[in-house]
Nanobody, 124 residues
C-alpha cells in the first residue's frame, strides 16, 4: 500500500524560500507519479506542481518561475523548492498521486486519501 508523508513547511518571510519533501513508501516505483497540491484557507485544494506522463514538470500559473518540482527515485522522495514566496502562497501543502496524467495535463483528482500535509506560512 502506498504511503506519502509531507514535511518541510514552516514560517517564512515574503521573498524567502522553503523546500518541501514528500517521502513515499509502498509500491511507488516511479517517484514522478507523485504531485504537489495545496489548500489555501477558504479555497478548494488545487494542483500546484507535477510531472506529466513524459516527465515534464508542469505548474499552476501562480507559481511558475518560482517553484520547482524534483524527484529522487533512490530516496523515494519528491521535493518542492519554493522561492520568492508570497503571502498568497500560505497554505497547507500535500502530496498525492494524480488519478491520471497525459503528456500535457495532470488530473486534479487523486488516487490516495489525503495525509496531514505540511503548513507553509508566508508572513512578515
Amino acid at each position: 500500500q502506498e504511503q506519502l508523508v509531507e514535511s518541510g513547511g514552516g514560517l517564512v518571510q515574503p521573498g524567502g524560500s522553503l523546500r518541501l519533501s514528500c517521502a513515499a513508501s509502498g509500491s511507488i516505483r516511479n517517484i514522478q507519479t507523485v504531485a504537489w497540491y495545496r489548500q489555501i484557507p477558504g479555497k478548494e485544494r488545487q494542483l500546484v506542481a507535477a510531472f506529466t506522463s513524459t516527465g515534464t514538470p508542469t505548474y499552476t500559473n501562480s507559481v511558475k518561475g518560482r517553484f520547482t518540482i524534483s524527484g529522487d527515485n533512490v530516496k523515494s522522495t519528491v521535493y518542492l523548492r519554493m522561492n520568492s514566496l508570497k503571502p498568497e502562497d500560505t497554505a497547507v501543502y500535500y502530496c498525492n498521486i494524480p488519478t491520471f496524467r497525459t503528456s500535457v495535463t495532470v488530473s486534479d483528482t487523486v488516487h490516495l486519501g489525503w495525509g496531514q500535509g505540511t503548513q507553509v506560512t508566508v508572513s512578515s
